[in-house]
């Protein structure tokens, strides 16, 4: 039950749209048979807490946001958490990565003979000729995997940022936890030494209440990651500013 909510009535299903529930009370997921679509009420199967699901709704203070949301982001809006999927396919500038791709594959098909000769004849030791271009080739194919295939999560609760990149991790994109208390402001500003021309890459970073600066996501577009800035301050009740 994210967006809709579906039960049987007189041998006929209808759907009904919906906020996903948690109790005001213990924070608990409220489940599609615990909900009284008619009457508009929801009953909490853990704590028996009554509530009207509709005033929960209208007083939701993390509701959806007006603004539009870009494509490859998934929320999840709830009163005790947070939590937002970014799909990195759909969340980069994308230009020129078809030639990334070539490049790519033709940087690590010229080292394919090498590496045959040297394991071939058992002379391991030649593999520190070519460790720069090994590692270049390694470092080539796990950027455009990344770009590929991984998702960041990030996950927000009244205590903690929790934000995790995968499967492909690069340098930079570690796990990170930061202890909501502590966080002043967050921002988007253009990733520092990036050098592919026309290419414009951000990152998200938190402002701490002692003036340091933690770099949370790195290498997207700036209309998902000021999404993202927008969600987490909305939840927090960060009142937005410039940094």
């Known amino acids: 039950m994210r967006n809709k909510i579906q039960h049987q009535h007189d041998d006929t299903l209808v759907k009904t749209e919906s906020l996903l529930l948690d109790c005001p009370e213990c924070n608990s997921f409220i489940s599609a048979q615990d909900v009284d679509i008619e009457h508009g009420r929801a009953k909490c199967s853990h704590c028996d807490h009554v509530f009207s699901f509709e005033e929960a709704k209208q007083s939701d203070p993390i509701a959806p946001p007006d603004h539009t949301q870009p494509a490859g982001l998934d929320v999840l809006r709830l009163r005790s958490m947070l939590d937002i999927q970014i799909r990195h396919l759909h969340a980069f500038d994308n230009r020129g990565f078809g030639f990334v791709m070539f490049f790519t594959l033709l940087w690590n098909a010229a080292l ?66 930061l202890e909501t208390s502590k966080i002043e402001q967050l921002f988007v500003t253009r990733t520092k030494g990036q050098r592919k021309p026309g290419v414009a890459n951000f990152t998200l970073s938190a402002l701490l209440k002692n003036g340091r600066k ?30």
């Open 112 to 177: 394919l003979p090498f590496l045959f000769y040297i394991f071939s004849s058992g002379q391991i030791y030649l593999l520190l000729f070519i460790s720069m271009h090994l590692f270049a080739g390694i470092y080539l194919i796990s950027d455009v995997l990344g770009k590929l295939f991984n998702k960041t999560s990030i996950e927000v609760d009244p205590r903690q940022i929790r934000v995790t990149t995968g499967p492909v991790v690069l340098p930079g994109q570690k796990e990170k936890i």
């Open 214 to 243: 933690v770099a949370l996501i790195k290498g997207l577009d700036r209309p998902t990651l000021r999404y993202v800035e927008q969600e987490v301050e909305r939840y927090l009740k960060i009142e937005d500013r410039k940094v």
